[in-house]
T-cell receptor, first 115, second 117 residues
């Protein structure tokens, strides 16, 4: 079965650079969520999209932006990177009508290292 | 705001034995979902089991079962016949259920489970 695809798997950037993370949800999933998991921490919700519109916003810094495209894939853009942005970034997808109570399907994550 | 608390940062269990991981949560909502996720060293987040708050019956998935105590706001995970592959970080998570409500998960801080051979 198709899963949530995230790219790249690993990314190394220097401080003040920009990074773009991509997420391809499971086919027919209309909702995408982004989470940030720092070292030794639990995942923190950043932002979510439903039908290409932002639906909820969590602790996402102003330096970050995201969007969902017509094919439902999503991109998380991170500018002016700081050392503290080093983390594992998860994308998850669900189908709003049927998937709400079934948890979400997570991708394998993108490990971002800022040096 | 909802909070999820896992008071056991680390737990260990002997292979083939049973272990229980604790989770409590705080919410003013009456209808919600609770989940246990497993995160092995690969860092993939894997759904282990889910519970709907309006169902009194405890969820069970093979060797995994929960003890859901709604009044006490407690949601513990029991792993029976522990296997080496169960070693992972386990996260308890909460999600509101009301239509139109925020659908993101709120996670606890996790419990690192070690399975001893």
């Amino acid at each position: 079965a198709a899963g949530v695809i995230q790219s790249p798997r690993h990314l190394i950037k220097e401080k003040r650079e920009t990074a773009t993370l991509k997420c391809y949800p499971i086919p027919r999933h209309d909702t995408v969520y982004w989470y940030q998991q720092g070292p030794g921490q639990d995942p923190q919700f950043l932002i979510s999209f439903y039908e290409k519109m932002q639906s909820d916003k969590g602790s996402i810094p102003d330096r970050f932006s995201a969007q969902q495209f017509s094919d439902y894939h999503s991109e998380l853009n991170m500018s002016s990177l700081e050392l503290g942005d080093s983390a594992l970034y998860f994308c998850a997808s669900s189908q709003r009508r049927t998937g709400a109570g079934y948890g979400y399907t997570f991708g394998s994550g993108t490990r971002l290292t800022v040096v | 705001a909802q909070t999820v608390t896992q008071s056991q940062p680390e737990m260990s269990v002997q292979e083939a034995e049973t272990v229980t991981l604790s989770c409590t949560y705080d919410t003013s909502e009456s209808d919600y979902y609770l989940f246990w996720y497993k995160q092995p060293p690969s860092r993939q987040m894997i759904l282990v089991i889910r519970q709907e708050a309006y169902k009194q019956q405890n969820a069970t998935e093979n060797r995994f079962s929960v003890n859901f105590q709604k009044a006490a706001k407690s949601f513990s995970l029991k792993i029976s016949d522990s296997q080496l592959g169960d070693a992972a970080m386990y996260f308890c998570a909460y999600r509101r259920r009301l239509p139109g409500s925020a659908r993101q998960l709120t996670f606890g801080s996790g419990t690192q489970l070690t399975v001893l051979p």
